[in-house]
């Protein structure tokens, strides 16, 4: 009975709008709703989360209540959000990393494409490439060409093998024809830890990881992974600024729910969703971790996902990237 209820609201939604829905579906949500945060209290995804929990709660007088599940690189989350009923009462927190790459690397409960629904789109980062505040390299165009003279001397950190920071470095050896050796850490914070000890010849981080960093002049930033420059890091160039035309890596981070969601409540969801996401207030929030709001349709979502596991394919296939 469930699903003819759905259907029927599709069919209302596109001869009317949300006004001509059931009185049922009118007055959703009727009960709380949870945001799953698959990841550890702590970092983009969790404050993504909880500032979206928070903001439509207080706009809209609903309940929305964020629930941290971590495990197995954040695809623990992703799966229950997969496997929940399709009525826009459980959500989860999608990030680029658990939908472009960890289900290309290892076998995972979900389907990003068949098991879960675009809804919004809220923010994207670029990473950042640092070195050492006394290294010699002071530009991005010196560390590439210390790397083309000598093949696979300099060192670079990553918080691990096959997450978004490493896709990018390798993205920057393919796009600039050097190679570079790998030293993956279990997160940032050793990796940059080991890049302020002289152990590492640079690192890649996001902007949230290194922003205290950078500020205190203990690493440099040589350039951001960006199309444009970064708001919160304006004097830092692009990679793009060196000569790679069209180079463009960026994490991004969204809400998606199972597959089958009405697409009414989608599209209720992804309107108030964006009213909050160009409120000054969450702008600059936002801006504070590095970040972009990125208001868009479900459709421009689903179009970005589509496009970022397709050139995550093709760099982990160019750089034979598995995890062991």
């Known amino acids: 009975m469930q699903r003819r209820h759905f259907n029927l609201m599709a069919l209302a939604s596109a001869a009317g709008g949300l006004s001509a829905l059931p009185a049922w579906a009118q007055a959703w949500p009727a009960r709380a709703i949870r945001l799953i945060i698959p990841s550890t209290p702590g970092g983009g995804t969790d404050f993504t989360g909880r500032l979206l929990s928070t903001k439509l709660s207080e706009m809209n007088g609903w309940s929305v209540v964020p629930d941290n599940r971590p495990g197995a690189g954040t695809a623990l989350g992703l799966a229950e959000a997969a496997r929940a009923k399709p009525d826009g009462y459980e959500l989860v927190v999608a990030q680029s990393d658990n939908v472009s790459l960890i289900p290309l690397l290892m076998k995972t409960a979900y389907d990003p494409i068949k098991d879960l629904t675009p809804i919004a789109l809220a923010a994207v980062t670029p990473l950042v490439i640092l070195v050492h505040e006394n290294s010699p390299f002071k530009t991005l165009a010196d560390l590439i060409k210390a790397a083309k003279a000598d093949p696979d001397k300099l060192t670079y950190g990553t918080s691990g093998t096959g997450g978004g920071v490493h896709i990018a470095m390798e993205l920057l050896q393919i796009t600039a024809g050097c190679k570079m050796q790998h030293v993956p850490y279990k997160g940032s914070?050793?990796?940059?830890?080991?890049?302020?000890?002289?152990?590492?010849?640079?690192?890649?981080?996001?902007?949230?990881?290194?922003?205290?960093?950078?500020?205190?002049?203990?690493?440099?930033?040589?350039?951001?992974?960006?199309?444009?420059?970064?708001?919160?890091?304006?004097?830092?160039?692009?990679?793009?600024?060196?000569?790679?035309?069209?180079?463009?890596?960026?994490?991004?981070?969204?809400?998606?729910?199972?597959?089958?969601?009405?697409?009414?409540?989608?599209?209720?969801?992804?309107?108030?969703?964006?009213?909050?996401?160009?409120?000054?207030?969450?702008?600059?929030?936002?801006q504070a971790q590095g970040f972009d709001a990125a208001p868009s349709s479900p459709e421009e979502f689903a179009a970005l996902i589509r496009a970022d596991i397709q050139k995550s394919r093709e760099i982990i296939a160019a750089a034979r990237i598995k995890i062991e």
């Open 189 to 286: 914070s050793p990796a940059l830890a080991d890049l302020m000890g002289g152990h590492l010849s640079f690192a890649g981080s996001s902007i949230s990881s290194a922003a205290t960093l950078i500020h205190a002049g203990k690493v440099r930033a040589l350039a951001v992974t960006s199309a444009k420059r970064n708001a919160s890091l304006p004097e830092v160039p692009t990679v793009a600024e060196f000569g790679y035309k069209d180079f463009n890596a960026i994490s991004f981070y969204g809400v998606m729910g199972p597959a089958g969601i009405p697409a009414p409540l989608v599209a209720r969801l992804n309107a108030d969703i964006n009213k909050i996401l160009v409120r000054p207030d969450v702008k600059t929030a936002f």
